[in-house]
């Protein structure tokens, strides 16, 4: 078994600041890449930003520049650094992990349950 808890949502004005949280735990052996996607309804899930074990980070296009992925490998944990909130990055935002759960196992994405954000201009 592997948990995902998102923490963190809620609700802020536009060009606020908001941090989100992810811990992961369970039965796991390594986490390869950990990141973040948002979702609203009718559309698809879209990648925010993630970041390997080895530091290397990924952002989508609307969050260039806003917004900052890290991670503490000890803690297992991602976090998601936003700033300069606009309306439409309002959605629930989920954490994803690519966890391998074995010395010679392959690595399998969870999901955490997922955290709203809503932005108020």
């Known amino acids: 078994q592997v948990q995902l808890v998102e923490s963190g949502g809620g609700l802020v004005q536009a060009g606020g600041s908001l941090t989100l949280s992810c811990a992961a735990s369970?039965?796991?052996?390594?986490?390869?890449?950990m990141g973040w996607y948002r979702q609203n309804p009718g559309k698809q899930r879209e990648l925010v930003a993630a970041t390997t074990g080895d530091g290397r980070t990924n952002y989508g296009d609307d969050v260039k520049g806003r917004f900052t992925v890290s991670r503490d490998n000890a803690k297992k944990m991602v976090y998601l650094q936003m700033s300069s909130l606009k309306p439409e990055d309002t959605a629930v935002y989920y954490c994803i992990a690519a966890v391998v759960r074995s010395r010679w196992g392959n690595a399998n994405d969870y999901w955490g349950q997922g955290t709203p954000v809503t932005v108020s201009s």
């Open positions: 369970g039965s796991i052996f390594a986490i390869n890449a």
